[in-house]
């Protein structure tokens, strides 16, 4: 029939709290859609009209059809030509009017396209396969897609698309933060978030440097996660889940091309080998100069030079039998990590320009200078052997047998100058088996997860500093005699000023100790702390998690795990004396003095009084270690420790409808205690467990459609023995601080414009801050005596605000014969402290970083060409600071770096 004259009936007026809603509406739809425009934009009907779609309101009635367009009507639900002419009509309903014979009906028109909404994201944050938006956890989930079209090379970038989530991705110096928590460098530390690959736990920060090949997702889990995914998951847990076989032959491979001389190779090939049998195999080959400049040696540092490879096997051995095999290897290289001088007292800096007249303390001048060549070298492989066994009524069994060995061997000039100082080794070697067994229920009104785990590994790690100056020379150029005579002064800070800004008494203290070194033949020498550090951990847990889904709304979630630790310990600490070839202690200082006669030096005519002084055993041997490292003690010490707890979680959960949900989850977080793997006595060795309580409320939502998702949390976390990590002027100590709190709320959201731009919002409010710490280490340059009270304080590495805003299209504008894509992300943070002292000198400084994305490819994705721009407006902020080993006052520490743009070429088929 032809289209009947059908005119809407006069609808009520809205009453004011619609035309309010409908206002705000417009506001916020209008601002997303002007910045979704693409250069053909629409005229104010289609602007309109498409506000009314999303509204959920018809058009106005004296509002004619746009484009010469018919009315249109769900098909699915159009009445048939006895039912039009039958019914009656209805208050508020379209009036039918004349039907005709359907002979001369025309044709209808076509309805427009539909919308594109947002993908679904699974996730397996609980140990099974779920939509992300049902999962009663703050989870960010970033697909392999995704990965790869943002040009996240490493977890440096991730981390910018992740709420509450710090990462330092350099192979010096791996660490992860998550809500303000995390481990700083010390061998003998655990995590504090948690790292898995393919559900396989690893127990080395280092392990964030290779785990971003060949990726199916990343999954970041914020929070307590002990109960599914052990007892070092405090803050939370980061999942990198690798491609899996495909049963058709496929191969994908991109080369990079890059400033600083970049240049990355990934190929990745699948296919069959049987019809039961297929494999995929991954490898990786990325080189890059150094940003870093190094005036003394002449070397660029901080460059790449990383080479991974993953091969994996997948049997389906029957219906209800799966065996997956996966092997990965990489290394890693990188002589010298870039660090800088931030900030240099005019006495140091004077001394260290009689070596190298270039040393300067700016940190964004891409210089440094150093006599001695940093270097890391790392090699690291695994192997894991997991199988799923499909039993009657469709519970999974599975079990996951991983085995990983990583050697590393870090070399650094620990004094961070041009002064033959100080030089570090400090070298690992990890072996580590685990085994898990798992029984999971199939979905339904009740189902659980659970089963057995145990972990063996075996750490053997060196802490070795060779010390280059005599002790004289040490108290001239670095100023420390006369600090300690300003001390007992009516006013102590301005005289140790006066005394670090000598650059008189610098330059003179450099020339002597060049003359000496000269004489000497060059520089060797004069004492060396060795650190053996073997450590054994065996653990066991019992785990589970069952959901009760009691109502078509309500669920209930209650889980645990209960952990039994073992960690035995072999350590040595040796003081050696290379001039007199003696062992041991000349002095001892601080509180490895309680138990013996202090004696004061001062009358001895060598140190003044101050603290604790005693005579140590041997006359000849170490007198400089236990000067520069106060209460650094000759011994050597076996223990061993035992633990056992239980980590709980309960989780409430009401589903609105299926596109919203809001859940509530109290958490408990354990962190293991343990031994310092950089210990200078046995007094300081152990530190106690780390406790969390997390109570955390959230909301996880679909809007549009499922054109747009809003997910929001807010968390609160009280801590108690806080492992703290302290740099004490050459080694990170680990204490336990008395007690934190950590509250905030985080978002996230996405919006998928009718024009096709996806835009996205992320971020975190973060308030993290000391509930009591009076025992904490006081800054450098503090003239009070230790130690110093942070007690209301914040916490190092945690931003109060973080968002990034992102946005990408992808067309083909002008009917050109290939896909656009355009992307951008600013990327915005408050200052950070970088220091646990809370010193303001290290900060980073808050601030915008912007990113751009610019590329084409083919319609079938076969290959592509993309431009990428990295912190594209030059934006200057570091990366780490803090206190320069000896040289109180002056700061090294790591910039980000500058501008950089990279292009890519890939192709698949």
């Known amino acids: 029939m032809l289209p009947s004259s059908r005119v809407p009936a006069a609808a009520p007026d809205p009453d004011a709290s619609t035309q309010l809603a409908r206002a705000a509406a417009r506001l916020l739809f209008a601002g997303a859609l002007i910045a979704a425009m693409p250069a053909h934009a629409q005229d104010q009907a289609d602007w309109d009209s498409d506000l009314d779609s999303l509204l959920g309101e018809p058009p106005s009635q004296d509002e004619p059809p746009r484009n010469n367009e018919q009315p249109v009507r769900d098909r699915a639900s159009e009445p048939s030509a006895d039912e039009t002419a039958n019914a009656a009509p209805k208050d508020g309903a379209l009036l039918d009017v004349i039907p005709v014979p359907t002979a001369v009906q025309q044709p209808e028109v076509p309805a427009p396209p539909r919308r594109a909404t947002l993908e679904e994201i699974v996730v397996t944050a609980q140990k099974r396969e779920e939509n992300i938006q049902s999962v009663p956890l703050s989870v960010t989930a970033i697909s392999g897609d995704d990965i790869v079209d943002k040009n996240m090379g490493d977890m440096n970038e991730v981390a910018t698309y992740v709420p509450n989530l710090d990462v330092f991705a350099t192979p010096s110096f791996p660490s992860i933060y998550m809500r ?32 971003t090949l060949d990726l199916a997702g990343i999954e970041v889990l914020r929070g307590p996660q002990g109960t599914l995914f052990g007892k070092n998951a405090s803050a939370g847990a980061i999942h990198f889940r690798t491609a899996m076989p495909e049963p058709e032959f496929g191969f994908k491979g991109d080369v990079l091309l890059g400033d600083l001389d970049q240049q990355r190779v990934r190929l990745t090939a699948t296919g069959p080998i049987t019809e039961t049998l297929t494999w995929r195999a991954a490898v990786l080959s990325e080189t890059r100069d150094g940003s870093v400049y190094n005036t003394t040696i002449g070397i660029d540092e901080e460059n790449h030079d990383t080479q991974a490879g993953r091969l994996r096997f997948l049997w389906e051995a029957t219906d209800a039998l799966s065996v997956d095999l996966i ?39 891409e210089l440094t200078a150093k006599n001695s060549q940093g270097r890391v070298a790392r090699d690291a492989y695994d192997a894991t052997l997991k199988a799923d066994w499909t039993l009657d009524g469709d519970y999974v069994l599975t079990s996951i047998t991983n085995y990983t060995w990583l050697d590393e061997k870090v070399r650094m000039d620990a004094d961070f100058s041009p002064i033959p100082f100080l030089i570090l080794d400090n070298d690992e070697a990890l072996q580590q088996y685990s085994q898990e067994l798992r029984i999971t229920s199939p979905p339904g009104e009740f189902e659980f ?87 054994l951990t065996d653990s066991v847990a019992l785990f589970g998690q069952a959901t009760w889904h009691f109502s078509d709304r309500w669920s209930a979630t209650v889980g645990g795990r209960l952990n039994y630790e073992v960690k035995s310990l072999d350590v040595s600490h040796r003081l050696l004396n290379n001039r007199t070839g003696v062992e041991g202690n000349a002095v001892i200082t601080g509180d490895a003095c309680e138990q013996l006669l202090p004696i004061d030096l001062s009358v001895l005519g060598a140190l003044p009084p101050l603290g604790n002084y005693c005579l140590g055993p041997s006359p000849l041997g170490s007198l400089i270690f236990p000067f520069i490292i106060t209460g650094a003690t000759q011994f050597e010490a076996q223990r061993e420790r035992k633990t056992f707890n239980l980590i709980p979680k309960l989780s409430l959960q009401y589903d609105f409808d299926d596109a919203a949900t809001a859940y509530f989850t109290v958490a408990q977080g354990y962190k293991s205690g343990g031994f310092t793997g950089q210990p200078v006595n046995d007094i300081g060795l152990e530190f106690e467990d780390e406790e969390a309580l997390t109570w955390e409320l959230g909301a996880k939502s679909e809007w549009l459609g499922g054109a747009a998702r809003l997910n929001a949390s807010l968390f609160y ?10 740099f004490n002027g050459v080694a990170y100590v680990v204490e336990n601080a008395a007690s934190a709190e950590i509250y905030g709320l985080e978002y996230e959201g996405m919006l998928m414009t009718p024009y096709g731009i996806l835009l996205g919002l992320n971020g975190a409010l973060t308030h993290a801050e000391y509930s009591e710490f009076n025992r904490a280490a006081c800054t450098a340059e503090d003239t009070r005596p230790p130690p110093c009270d942070l007690t209301g304080r914040r916490l190092r590495l ?86 320069s080993p000896g040289f109180r006052g002056t700061h090294f520490g790591g910039a980000y770096l500058d501008a950089t743009y990279e292009i890519e070429l890939g192709y698949r088929f």
């Open 180 to 211: 303000g928590l995390g481990s700083s460098y010390n061998r003998g530390f655990e995590q504090s978030v948690a790292i898995l690959i393919d559900d396989v736990y690893y127990g080395r920060a280092s392990y964030i440097n290779q785990a």
């Open 327 to 365: 092997l990965n290897a990489g290394i890693i290289k990188q002589h010298g990590e870039g660090s800088q001088l931030i900030r240099a007292r005019d006495r140091h800096l004077a001394a260290m320009q009689v070596f190298d007249p270039r040393t300067s303390a700016d940190p964004f001048d």
């Open 449 to 535: 997860v659970g089963g057995l785990f145990y972990m063996r590994s075996d750490l053997q790690a060196d802490y070795n500093i060779r010390e280059f100056l005599m002790l004289t020379e040490l108290l001239q150029v670095t100023g420390e005699l006369e600090r300690i005579l300003c001390l007992q002064t009516p006013d102590p800070q301005s005289c140790q000023d006066l005394a670090l800004n000598d650059a008189a008494s610098g330059r003179l203290a450099g020339e002597l100790i060049q003359a000496r070194q000269t004489l000497e033949g060059g520089p060797t020498p004069v004492e060396t702390e060795f650190t053996r550090f073997d450590q």
């Open 717 to 726: 976390t009280d801590f108690e023995d806080l492992q703290v990590s302290t």
């Open 798 to 883: 945690v931003p109060d605000v973080k968002a990034t805003f992102t946005a990408g299209w992808e067309g083909a504008p002008f009917n050109w014969p290939f896909l656009t894509r355009i992307g951008m992300t600013a990327s915005y943070t408050s200052d950070v402290a970088l220091a646990t002292d809370l010193d303001p000198i290290d900060v980073r400084v808050a601030g915008t970083t912007y990113g751009v994305q610019l590329g084409i490819k083919s319609h079938d994705d076969t290959w592509h060409v993309t431009l990428f721009g990295d912190n594209v407006t030059g934006r200057q902020s570091l990366a780490a600071a803090q206190d």
